[in-house]
T-cell receptor, first 116, second 116 residues
Framework: ETGVTQTPRHLVMGMTNKKSLKCEQHLGHNAMYWYKQSAKKPLELMFVYSLEERVENNSVPSRFSPECPNSSHLFLHLHTLQPEDSALYLC???????????????FGEGSRLTVL | AQKITQTQPGMFVQEKEAVTLDCTYDTSDQSYGLFWYKQPSSGEMIFLIYQGSYDEQNATEGRYSLNFQKARKSANLVISASQLGDSAMYFCAMREGLEGAQKLVFGQGTRLTINP
């Protein structure tokens, strides 16, 4: 299995829908992340979970709601989104750096979201 | 203020030539890490190379090397003997601090195209 798996890969939703993005990591890491990638903008860090506790919430609108039920799974619940929320949503995981390990993020392939 | 600056939106290089992708960063921390990622059209972010702020030697990984100039706050990526498969977006990123969850800040990216 690949290290970080995201589903669905593509999602189209209306502004009144409720949907969820799922991320699963098979690397035994202790931190997971959601990033948003919009056209012509740098990746934006949305949420960070370390040991299943949220440690970062970068002023993300409440229509995005993360959930981390265990160290291997991360969800992003979506409701009443706006067209400007259309983007590639990337999940990543990492382990605390130490020794020879640099703590780099391992990313999934992303979920391409289109809001109509 | 932007923490990571990549000034080259696009680069076109002939196959087998070397290419340098520029990255400058801004931090007041003494402890930080610098990363380069490659993003092919599939969307997945692939880790390439890491440089810690205390590392005295420039990092190298196969055909990738990082030209780290601490006083100038630059961390340029050098790809030797470029290949067609190197065509992708390349992102420079920085982590401030060396412990805990890795909150990476990314630059705008450089789109590299390798011509046959």
């Amino acid at each position: 299995e690949t290290g970080v798996t995201q589903t669905p890969r593509h999602l189209v939703m209306g502004m009144t829908n409720k949907k969820s993005l799922k991320c699963e990591q098979h690397l035994g890491h202790n931190a997971m992340y959601w990033y948003k990638q919009s056209a012509k903008k740098p990746l934006e860090l949305m949420f960070v979970y370390s040991l299943e506790e949220r440690v970062e919430n970068n002023s993300v609108p409440s229509r995005f709601s993360p959930e981390c039920p265990n160290s291997s799974h991360l969800f992003l619940h979506l409701h009443t989104l706006q067209p400007e929320d259309s983007a590639l949503y990337l999940c990543a995981s990492s382990q605390d750096p130490g020794g020879d390990y640099t703590g780099e993020l391992f990313f999934g392939e992303g979920s391409r979201l289109t809001v109509l | 203020a932007q923490k990571i600056t990549q000034t080259q939106p696009g680069m076109f290089v002939q196959e087998k030539e070397a290419v340098t992708l520029d990255c400058t960063y801004d931090t007041s921390d003494q402890s930080y890490g610098l990363f380069w990622y490659k993003q092919p059209s599939s969307g997945e972010m692939i880790f390439l190379i890491y440089q810690g702020s205390y590392d005295e030697q420039n990092a190298t990984e196969g055909r990738y090397s990082l030209n780290f100039q601490k006083a100038r706050k630059s961390a340029n990526l050098v790809i030797s003997a470029s290949q067609l498969g190197d065509s992708a977006m390349y992102f420079c990123a920085m982590r401030e601090g060396l412990e805990g969850a890795q909150k990476l800040v990314f630059g705008q990216g450089t789109r590299l195209t390798i011509n046959p």
